[in-house]
Nanobody, 114 residues
Framework: QVHFVESGGGLVHPGGSLTLSCAAS????????LGWFRQAPGEGRRLLATITNRGDTSYEDFTRGRFTLSRDDAKNTAYLEMRNLGPDDTAVYYC????????WGQGTQVTVSA
């Protein structure tokens, strides 16, 4: 089963940007569908975006065009570029294999604060 390590989180000011990384233990382009999720304090995990093995991406409406998911097959790494961040984006961010279903990793904390 493929495992992921998320990184790139940190403290960012409102209006700032961050790019998160998701390093896979196996060939990332073989994963049927990979998703980025987040869990804000006191809430459940929420899907943000997905990418298929063909490279097709889809986004949840609430990302409002601020998030971009990409993948570097040579590095077996997926990325989530986030722009114009606000306090509501404060959360732990995770990547996960959706198909086939995979385990959750440790996530990476993103804190948006002045």
């Amino acid at each position: 089963q493929v495992h992921f390590v998320e990184s790139g989180g940190g403290l960012v000011h409102p209006g700032g940007s961050l790019t998160l990384s998701c390093a896979a233990s196996e060939k990332i382009s073989d994963i049927g569908a990979l998703g980025w999720f987040r869990q804000a304090p006191g809430e459940g995990r929420r899907l943000l975006a997905t990418i298929t093995n063909r490279g097709d991406t889809s986004y949840e409406d609430f990302t409002r065009g601020r998030f971009t998911l990409s993948r570097d097959d040579a590095k077996n790494t997926a990325y989530l570029e986030m722009r114009n961040l606000g306090p509501d984006d404060t959360a732990v961010y995770y990547c996960k294999s959706i198909f086939p279903n995979g385990d959750w990793g440790q996530g990476t904390q993103v804190t948006v604060s002045a």
